[in-house]
């Protein structure tokens, strides 16, 4: 599966780089203090009115989403494909910018903040269909490479690397290169991967989209001790309805609006 051009598509070039440093146009610090008031109320993802355009107007992606999102809560987002659950999730991200409206994440209004990349690696991990994983890397190289300006000793870094390997129940595999793991491996990587500097949220777009009924629930598995052991909130894409059910709760969408209920329901 190639992966796709566009950032606001799931799995492209632009988000795999950012899983390791983001654009470099990114300023030099990490700017705008959490609000006090979305901190009061325990929010980790807080989306007001936020619309998204696209192709000079051509496509509207996003059309006045609002979305509150709790601190260790679990969330999944479903629709049908187009409805712009995917381009909500990479806003969150900072991957994309909206045309208007506000995002914030662990109380930071994301327009405020001048070193996106910077935000990428501390505040959020990224999971996608396409773990992006490098081929020429082994799984412990793979997690790694998330931390590369972390203060942590080089040594420190690999120790942590093992350490989520492990979590994921890859202890044994930290040497072997993409190639030499199952899709379900493979994903479990990039889950230790997005973890590796203990971000408070974890968003996940698709990613049980390639793996067999089994991987699916050793992945929700390793949700549920996420949550468990580390508090971390976590915001999920799913076509997947089952996969929906072992959330939270279920946000629903649909011609780039958040709806009551899924079509047919």
């Known amino acids: 599966m190639s992966d796709a051009p566009h950032i606001h598509r799931t799995g492209g070039p632009a988000a795999a780089s950012a899983l390791a440093d ?8 990490l700017a705008g203090a959490p609000d006090n008031d979305q901190a009061a109320a325990g929010l980790a993802v807080e989306v ?40 909500l999730l990479h806003l969150m991200a900072a991957l ?29 991990g990224l999971v996608f269909q396409l773990h992006n994983l490098l081929p020429q890397l082994s799984a412990v ?9 972390s203060p942590r000793h080089s040594r420190s870094r690999a120790e942590r690397a093992r350490q989520l390997l492990a979590e994921m129940q890859l202890a044994g595999a930290e040497r072997r290169q993409p190639s030499q793991l199952s899709g379900g491996e493979r994903q479990r990587v990039a889950i230790a991967r997005a973890l590796a500097n203990e971000p ?15 991987s699916v629930d050793r992945f929700l598995q390793m949700l549920g001790r996420l949550r468990e052991d580390h508090s971390t909130t976590i915001v999920l894409v799913t076509h997947d309805m089952a996969v929906a059910a072992a959330a939270d709760r279920t946000v629903h969408m649909r011609d780039g609006r958040v709806v009551d209920a899924p079509p047919g329901a």
């Open 22 to 29: 983001g654009p470099p146009n990114d300023g030099p610090s």
């Open 48 to 87: 007001r009115d936020v619309v998204k355009v696209y192709a000079d107007g051509g496509i509207r992606a996003l059309d006045g989403v609002d979305l509150e999102v709790r601190r260790s809560e679990f969330v999944a987002i479903t629709g049908p494909s187009g409805c712009g659950k995917s381009t």
């Open 141 to 149: 190289e793979n997690v790694e490479i998330a931390m590369p300006w």
């Open 200 to 214: 408070g949220v974890l968003l996940a777009d698709e990613p049980t989209g390639s793996l067999d009924s089994a």
């Open 96 to 124: 994309d910018r909206p045309t208007s409206g506000t995002v914030k994440v662990n109380g930071r209004d994301l327009r405020e903040i001048r070193n996106l990349s910077q935000f990428r690696r501390e505040e959020v």
